[in-house]
């Protein structure tokens, strides 16, 4: 199960993009948070190798068991980054800084709702933990659910295909786990 490598930018513009819409108009996240996010990703880089490794993806999500076992599988990881044209670390499955963006704008496109809920559940992480200068995340924290698209609202078909893709993958894992998967 694997899909070809979607270029945002190509697709018919955002019309629904506005200035601080956390998509811009290619799709791409918006360049006012990258700032922020780049801190939580660097915050997350325990060994600081510009990469987020399984063991580092998993401790970001693991108030979300279902979520945190997806990265315990190599097998569900490369067929997950298939689909979305993700391209990590050969050696093990790690995500370098841009992929780790491309996967962020793909979630904000295809599940803005966990896309929403996952940055919001993130930002509370970074704030208590105090990993990284509040003020960096200021743009997130003053995000609005409405400044993420509305679900299926106008997908353009390639993304109906990989979100469709994407999802019976998903339900497929979920099947086979203790801890199902929410999307």
């Known amino acids: 199960m694997t899909a070809a490598k979607i270029d945002l930018a190509a697709l018919a513009p955002n019309r629904a993009a506005t200035a601080t819409s956390f998509l811009d108009v290619h799709y791409a996240v918006n360049a006012m948070y990258l700032p922020a996010l780049r801190a939580m990703f660097d915050a997350a880089d325990a060994d600081k190798d510009g990469h987020l490794s399984p063991t580092e993806l998993r401790a970001l999500c693991a108030d979300v068991p279902g979520e945190a076992a997806l990265y315990d599988n190599p097998t569900t990881m490369t067929t997950l980054y298939a689909l979305l044209g993700i391209e990590p670390r050969a050696s093990d499955l790690a995500l370098p800084w841009d992929a780790h963006v491309r996967?962020?704008?793909?979630?904000?496109?295809?599940?803005?709702?966990?896309?929403?809920?996952?940055?919001?559940?993130?930002?509370?992480?970074?704030?208590?933990?105090?990993?990284?200068?509040?003020?960096?995340?200021?743009?997130?924290?003053?995000?609005?659910?409405?400044?993420?698209?509305?679900?299926?609202?106008?997908?353009?078909?390639?993304?109906?295909?990989?979100?469709?893709?994407?999802?019976?993958?998903?339900r497929e894992v979920a099947a086979t786990m203790d801890f199902p998967v929410a999307f």
């Open 103 to 170: 996967a962020t704008a793909l979630q904000a496109v295809l599940h803005p709702d966990a896309a929403w809920h996952e940055l919001q559940r993130a930002l509370y992480r970074a704030e208590r933990d105090g990993s990284v200068v509040v003020e960096v995340l200021t743009p997130l924290r003053d995000l609005k659910r409405g400044d993420f698209p509305d679900e299926r609202d106008g997908l353009p078909a390639e993304l109906v295909q990989v979100r469709d893709a994407l999802d019976a993958f998903l």
